[in-house]
């Protein structure tokens, strides 16, 4: 299995403009996982999802941030507009939910947010 | 809330050394714990877990043990090489929500 796959690793873009982070979780996970890491604050879930539902968004920073979960492949996570205070690395995760516990998560690789 | 405390860093050590990070943590329940690792300019990757009290986790030469009664599963490996560098997190689930520790930077020196 490729593992969880997220694009792209690496983005700059200047305050204001519209980010869209992508991530496809492995095959046959059922639950999907966004987290920011930063030196100040560590790492933070923003969301989770469950069979393409949003269950707990609690972490989700602002109304500038938002989450979708179109299908079981397929997850983004869209900052509108950015700013600088948004650099971080930005991972997903998947796992899945189902006997016996616990329900490991596996990461992807990251990606990199840089907001001039 | 269900939180973890690990052992500030960065810790420093020479290859063949001994490496001891603490994790304690406060949960309602019985949680599973975990170390995930994270090498420079990677994801987290899953190092050990344990599920219930007593348990030990091992995997790659580190272990832990989770005890209920210090609440702690603290981290240690026997002799650590360079490869082992990296940033090392105690977490915590609950339910479904992972409760990451803030990190402890671990660089061997050859």
């Known amino acids: 299995d490729a593992g969880v796959i997220q694009s792209p690793r690496h983005e700059v873009t200047e305050m204001g403009q519209e980010v869209t982070l992508r991530c496809k979780p492995i095959?046959?996970?059922?639950?999907l996982f966004w987290y920011r890491q930063t030196m100040m604050r560590g790492l933070e879930l923003l969301i989770y999802?469950?069979?393409?539902?949003?269950?707990?968004d609690s972490g989700m920073p602002e109304d500038r941030f938002s989450a979708k979960m179109p299908n079981a492949s397929f997850s983004t996570l869209k900052i509108q507009p950015s700013e600088p205070r948004d650099s971080a690395v930005y991972f997903c995760?998947?796992?899945?939910?189902?006997?016996?516990?616990?329900?490991?998560?596996?990461f992807g690789p990251g990606t990199r947010l840089t907001v001039t | 809330g269900d939180s973890v405390t690990q052992m500030e860093g960065p810790v420093t050590l020479s290859e063949e050394a001994f490496l001891t990070i603490n994790c304690t943590y406060t949960a309602t329940g019985y949680p599973s714990l975990f170390w995930y690792v994270q090498y420079p300019g990677e994801g987290l990757q899953l190092l050990l877990k344990a599920t219930k009290a007593d348990d030990k986790g091992s995997n790659k030469g580190f272990e832990a043990t989770y005890r209920k009664e210090t609440t702690s599963f603290h981290l240690e490996k026997g002799s650590v090489q360079v490869s082992d560098s990296a940033v090392y997190f105690c977490?915590?689930?609950?339910?479904?929500?992972?409760?990451f520790g803030a990190g402890t930077t671990v660089t061997v020196r050859a």
């Open positions: 995760a998947s796992s899945f939910q189902g006997p016996p516990q616990p329900y490991e998560q596996y």
């Open positions: 977490a915590l689930m609950g339910d479904y929500k992972l409760s």
């Open positions: 095959s046959g996970h059922n639950s």
């Open positions: 999802f469950n069979n393409n539902v949003p269950i707990d």
